[in-house]
């Protein structure tokens, strides 16, 4: 019998990928806030459990507004540590897996900008998206022994409200940003994200019940860059492809830029939150376990721009 995934967040970024990865695996149920609204826990709890057959969740949904979830703690609570809770007890009743994804702002970002964050390493989140973030992955590990929680930084792609868009847009307006240069990370790409997934999700449908290694992982891509450095290198690039010689985009501090915005074109919004300066995560552990090493940002960059193919 065909194996049957239940997958959250169909129309994110990340969710979107991940339907074209998993479905040739299984039958995936993909849902959204149309299909269920995670900030309401009973609805919630309803659904899952009306569900005849799941044989893995992948739980991608997240509120991931960072500045909205200062003004919004409560929703961001909801969508984050509750609907994450209540996945985690379903799966766990039923005796089934589930992959859930967090984020490099569970740490504070404080360490020398040498050095990496382990899985071992102690988190500290700057803000409620962090914090929220951290009390959801805590809840699935404590509830879902069968988990696999995958941390990720800096994700971008074909959809949704990301930097790499953004940067599009004002690439193809022909505007010039300024761009904080001192945060650094490895922009990796959304696919590259579902295509590991994909590759875990078929070694646990082929055997739920072994010794699979569950726990936490980093999914980031290898090198490091900063805002900077990576908007340069998506101008260089579409520069390459369009014949056109567009102004490369400005460093600027997050000091001097004062409202904390990645992008100075970016929507001011009133409350900002503090990200992280040093968002590297080492994914040395997903390469050790599973044999998965993944390409460095600049591949994967190259990959995304072919993939778009943009004139
Ligand atoms: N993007 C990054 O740079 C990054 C970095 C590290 C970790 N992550 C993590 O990776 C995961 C996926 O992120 P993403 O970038 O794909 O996020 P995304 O594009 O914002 O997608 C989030 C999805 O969650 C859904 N959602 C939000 N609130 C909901 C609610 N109340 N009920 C039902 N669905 C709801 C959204 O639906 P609507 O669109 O309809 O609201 C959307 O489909 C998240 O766990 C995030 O924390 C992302």
Same mark, same amino acid.
């Given at each position: 019998?065909?194996?049957?995934?239940?997958?959250?967040?169909?129309?994110?970024?990340?969710?979107?990928?991940?339907?074209?990865?998993?479905?040739?695996?299984?039958?995936?149920?993909?849902?959204?806030?149309?299909? !269920? =609204?995670? @900030?309401? #826990?009973?609805?919630?709890?309803?659904?899952? /459990? &009306?569900?005849?057959? +799941?044989?893995?969740?992948?739980?991608?949904?997240?509120?991931?507004?960072?500045?909205?979830?200062?003004?919004?703690?409560?929703?961001?609570?909801?969508?984050? !540590? =509750?609907? @994450?809770? #209540?996945?985690?007890?379903?799966?766990?009743? /039923? &005796?089934?897996?589930? +992959?859930?994804?967090?984020?490099?702002?569970?740490?504070?970002?404080?360490?020398?900008?040498?050095?990496?964050?382990?899985?071992?390493?102690?988190?500290?989140?700057?803000?409620?998206?962090?914090?929220?973030?951290?009390?959801?992955?805590?809840?699935?590990?404590?509830?879902?022994?069968?988990?696999?929680?995958?941390?990720?930084?800096?994700?971008?792609?074909?959809?949704?409200?990301?930097?790499?868009?953004?940067?599009?847009?004002?690439?193809?307006?022909?505007?010039?940003?300024?761009?904080?240069?001192?945060?650094?990370?490895?922009?990796?790409?959304?696919?590259?994200?579902?295509?590991?997934?994909?590759?875990?999700?078929?070694?646990?449908?082929?055997?739920?019940?072994?010794?699979?290694?569950?726990?936490?992982?980093?999914?980031?891509?290898?090198g490091v860059a900063s805002w900077h450095e990576f908007a340069?290198?998506?101008?260089?690039?579409?520069?390459?492809?369009?014949?056109?010689?567009?102004?490369?985009?400005?460093?600027?501090?997050?000091?001097?830029?004062?409202?904390?915005?990645?992008?100075?074109?970016?929507?001011?919004?009133?409350?900002?939150?503090?990200?992280?300066?040093?968002?590297?995560?080492?994914?040395?552990?997903?390469?050790?376990?599973?044999?998965?090493?993944?390409?460095?940002?600049?591949?994967?960059?190259?990959?995304?721009?072919?993939?778009?193919?943009?004139?």
């Amino acid at each position: 019998m065909q194996p049957k995934i239940l997958l959250t967040g169909r129309s994110g970024q990340i969710g979107y990928e991940l339907f074209q990865t998993l479905s040739p695996l299984a039958d995936v149920l993909a849902v959204d806030v149309q299909d !269920v =609204d995670l @900030s309401n #826990v009973p609805i919630l709890k309803r659904f899952v /459990r &009306n569900l005849d057959r +799941i044989d893995l969740i992948v739980h991608p949904a997240a509120f991931t507004a960072v500045d909205l979830a200062e003004e919004q703690p409560d929703l961001a609570r909801a969508v984050n !540590v =509750d609907a @994450s809770r #209540v996945l985690a007890e379903e799966a766990a009743q /039923r &005796n089934i897996p589930m +992959i859930h994804y967090s984020t490099d702002y569970v740490f504070d970002g404080n360490r020398s900008l040498d050095s990496l964050y382990t899985e071992k390493d102690a988190t500290a989140p700057l803000s409620v998206y962090g914090l929220t973030k951290r009390d959801g992955e805590t809840a699935v590990r404590e509830i879902c022994k069968k988990h696999c929680i995958l941390r990720l930084c800096w994700v971008y792609g074909l959809r949704g409200n990301n930097f790499f868009q953004t940067m599009l847009r004002l690439y193809q307006q022909g505007k010039t940003p300024q761009v904080v240069d001192d945060q650094i990370g490895a922009p990796t790409w959304s696919r590259i994200i579902a295509i590991v997934t994909a590759i875990l999700a078929g070694k646990i449908l082929d055997s739920p019940s072994s010794d699979f290694p569950w726990g936490t992982y980093h999914v980031s891509a290898g090198g490091v860059a900063s805002w900077h450095e990576f908007a340069t290198a998506i101008f260089v690039a579409m520069n390459h492809q369009t014949g056109q010689k567009i102004e490369l985009p400005k460093p600027i501090s997050s000091e001097e830029y004062s409202a904390k915005d990645l992008v100075k074109d970016s929507v001011k919004n009133s409350v900002k939150a503090t990200r992280p300066k040093n968002s590297r995560l080492d994914n040395n552990l997903l390469a050790v376990t599973f044999g998965l090493k993944l390409p460095d940002w600049q591949t994967q960059l190259a990959w995304c721009l072919d993939a778009i193919k943009i004139k």
